[in-house]
Each structure stands twice: as C-alpha cells, then as structure tokens.
Nanobody, 123 residues
Framework: QVQLVESGGGLVQAGGSLRLSCAAS????????MGWFRQAPGKEREFVAR????????SYTDSVKGRFTISRDNAKNTVHLQMNSLKPEDAAVYYC????????????????WGQGTQVTVSS
C-alpha cells in the first residue's frame, strides 16, 4: 500500500504559477503509476496528468498541455505538478493518485488517493 499527501496549493493570480507536491509513504513507490486529477465544485473529477514508474512516459489532458509538467523523484518518494500560466478554469481541488497496475486517465481505476489540495486562481 501507499499513502499520499498533497501540498503546494493556494491562491494565485491568473497567469501565475504553482508547484504541487505529493509525498508518498509505504513500500516500493517506484512501482506505482502516478496521476494528478482535479475536481471543481459541481463537476466530476477529471484527469490532469499521469507519469509512469520511471518518469519516461507522461500524458496530459489537452487543456493543460504546454502549461503543466508532471515529474517524479523516486529517491524522495515524491511526484510534482508544475503549473504555469494558470487560468481561472484551472481552479479546483487537486488530487494525487497512485496505482500499481493501471496507467490511464480513468479516476475510478486508481486505488490510492491523497486528501487533495485547493488551487484558487483569481482573474
């Protein structure tokens, strides 16, 4: 099993940047596929980005391509989401997720979740 704790959320003006972090505890972090998802009020949780076990493969939802970057440091058991050129529509609670076998964009397939971190973008 793996436990996940997100941090780094906050209030930022449109056009600004934030870096989210997800700290994992438990065994064999490097064996897990990792993802970032977000959920705005009244909306379904949506995929943002994912990264494979060694960081060699990443994928993003179209709305964040070129602005967000996912990365991981297996030595430190962390995964990051660098968010640049933030827009008001990026505002949401951002969740880190992990799964031992699933590498995709369907949130229901991920077994492990953090508690979320709030991102607010002012226009």
């Amino acid at each position: 099993q793996v436990q996940l704790v997100e941090s780094g959320g906050g209030l930022v003006q449109a056009g600004g940047s934030l870096r989210l972090s997800c700290a994992a505890s438990g065994r064999a972090f490097s064996n897990y596929y990792m993802g970032w998802f977000r959920q705005a009020p009244g909306k379904e949780r949506e995929f943002v980005a994912r990264i494979n076990w060694n960081g060699g493969s990443t994928s993003y939802t179209d709305s964040v391509k070129g602005r967000f970057t996912i990365s991981r440091d297996n030595a430190k058991n962390t995964v990051h989401l660098q968010m640049n050129s933030l827009k008001p529509e990026d505002a949401a609670v951002y969740y880190c997720a992990a799964d031992r076998y699933y590498y995709g964009s369907r949130y229901v397939e991920y077994d492990y979740w953090g508690q979320g971190t709030q991102v607010t973008v002012s226009s």
